[in-house]
């Protein structure tokens, strides 16, 4: 057996047509993977390779640097009938096509599923698209914030802007799972997930509970979950939502009604034992309540803003997916069409 470190995507080929952010993420975690990821760019790139801030020297764009990592850029003009020919010779020497258009984008240019699935037995097509292949919404624009919006996830008292583009990142997730799973099936498979069934797909929680006629512990209906201002304005989340937990909550605070106001099981008023607990809280520093409630083993946390996580990132010993610790991680992308002539030597003259 060979001494050299081998990866489950080892052997495995992804052509990546897709530019922004969802399809290229998708690309970037199966290239992480260890999967070769060729990235197919136009003439004019990747969007992001002109979108602000820039890294190397002002020259390209960070979001693309931390996107498009451990890929290979090919350039082809698709408008061109030579280049439309070369994706498809790239497509057929590959096991993955990514496609982060909407739909009738790829068949209009004639390398659509059912193009590309002609003489294959084993292609596994996964389409990135806002609303799906079809339905009166399939053809409409959109980036992160409207998919959020139609999926419901900015509902709040004051709709603001996400601190990270939720509906991008599980729709991505979601595809390279879709590719993974569908390698060693049989047959040629066209995959559609969408960004906003993506992001709607955790509310299956919140169906239940509705269904069930109750309402959610966990955007308001309990006590014990939620987040309070402390002292000197920062905030605090507390999940509290346990009997054991809530019941450490308690002790903390030190408010011998709070327990039976704010029972998991059966609450008597949780309004009032809200309101008893953002008095509390509001008393003392956040950093003392955060010393108290670990003593307790309630689960607690600051309210970090996205620019204080990113500053002091937590030590995890975890496999999660890919992310940028650091400036070595926006190093690695290629250039545009970079690797083109490399490339499409393989393809013979």
Known sequence: MSSRETTPLDGVRV?????????????????EL???????ESPLGDATRNLPPFVDEGETGAVFCALNRSKKSVQLDLEDDE???????????????????RPGVSEDLAVGFDTLAEDREDLVYVRISGFGPEGPMAGEPGHDLTYQAWAGTLDDERPRLPNLPTADA??????????VSHLHATGCHQLEPSLTGALQAPAIVQDAIGVAGGEDPLTGGHPGYDVYECENGHWLAIGALE?????????????????ALGDPVDPEDPAKAREILADRIARQPRE?????????????????????ALAKPLELASTDPPGVDGESDLEGAPGLGEHTDDVLAELGP
């Open 15 to 31: 052509l990546e047509f897709a530019h922004l952010f969802p399809g290229p993420y998708a690309g970037l975690v199966l290239a």
């Open 34 to 40: 260890g999967a070769e990821v060729l990235k197919v």
């Open 83 to 101: 280049d439309v020919e070369t994706y498809r010779a790239l497509a057929d020497r590959s096991d993955v096509v990514i496609d982060g258009y």
């Open 170 to 179: 599980t729709s991505a997730l979601w595809a390279a799972l879709l590719a």
């Open 243 to 259: 009997p054991d937990y809530w019941q450490g909550l308690c002790m903390a605070i030190g408010d011998r009604e709070l327990h």
């Open 288 to 308: 003392a309540w955060l010393s108290r409630l670990r003593e307790a083993g309630v689960p607690c946390a600051p309210v970090r803003s996205t620019q204080e």
